[in-house]
């Protein structure tokens, strides 16, 4: 199995820690973890990819393990996560690349896209909804909103980390192994959790991603014209699986996949189906 290397990379207001794998020269695939990964969510991917000739990068976002994590809430605006990821596409002297992110790491890979679509090839998103139709669902979708009830908590100071925390991270064990099919997370998958979560005030800069969505000045509601493909595990107990088709109608050239029995970690859950479907994707045209 291929091994990644690992990189910082110094941006004016943050330093990334970064896992890359494969051939420098080939095409790049960024990858972008939600919560509560780093770029060891990708591990399936950087393989694959990586075997087939791509140069394949997975940074840990600001905030993340080893990533630099600023004090402040208002350092995580969706704004400054999306300028983390156009300053390291400029600093690996990419011109473009495919970008492919999950959860929150999807909402980064949307905003660069609808704002910066000169920068990518295509996007491919992994059970995340397009902001727009988010924002909507959780105001108007009863069902979405007791789904997102977690979000709403993290915005209490203080409480969601020492919660976490509790009992050697079992609650951020369970949002994982009680949310995925079983088995889908090994005891050695969560203790590479547990060491990026122990990492000095990593749980507070996780949990700003929730607190400082609300003061974002980005325009979230624009189409997007990447073509992009979208997976969605139908089985996702967090996020509806109704949100996909709006979703991928904000798309100019979108393709929409349901994988039936896939949960939200339909990453780890398929491996084999997602990086197939995203090979392809990428192949065409």
């Known amino acids: 199995m291929i091994e990644p290397a690992f990189t910082y990379y110094h941006l004016p207001d943050v330093t990334l820690h970064v896992a890359s794998a494969g051939n420098e020269a080939g095409e790049t695939i960024l990858f972008l973890h939600g919560f509560p990964e780093y770029w060891y969510g990708w591990h399936k991917q950087l393989a694959f990819f990586a075997e087939h000739g791509y140069n394949v990068v997975a940074p840990d976002q600001r905030g993340y393990n080893r990533s630099s994590k600023p004090a402040a809430e208002s350092d995580y605006t969706l704004d400054k996560l999306t300028g983390d990821i156009i300053r390291l596409i400029s600093q690996m002297g990419k011109e ?51 789904r997102s009830w977690y979000a709403a908590f993290f915005q209490v100071p203080v409480l969601p980390e020492q919660l976490a925390m509790a009992l050697d991270y079992k609650a951020l064990d369970k949002s994982l192994t009680g949310t995925a099919r079983p088995n889908t997370f090994s005891e050695s998958d969560l203790a590479a959790y547990r060491e990026a979560w122990q990492q000095q005030d990593a749980l507070t800069s996780m949990m700003n991603w929730y607190r400082a969505f609300k003061h974002s000045m980005l325009d979230l509601d624009k189409d997007v014209k990447v073509p992009t493909l979208m997976l969605w595990g139908k089985k996702d107990v967090t996020l509806g699986a109704e949100m996909a088709e709006p979703s991928i109608a904000k798309c100019m050239h979108g393709e929409l996949i349901f994988l039936e029995n896939a949960t939200h970690w339909l990453h780890h859950e398929e491996a084999g189906r997602v990086n197939e479907e995203i090979l392809r994707f990428i192949k065409e045209g």
Not at 100 to 111: L, P, Q, R
Not at 121 to 145: A, D, E, Y
């Open 96 to 146: 473009k690349v495919v970008l492919v992110g999950h959860d929150w790491g999807g909402m980064v890979a949307w905003s660069l896209a609808m704002h910066y679509p000169h920068l990518l090839h295509k996007l491919v998103i992994l059970n995340i909804p397009h902001p727009s139709v988010m924002r909507q669902h959780l105001r108007t979708n009863p069902r979405q909103m007791l």
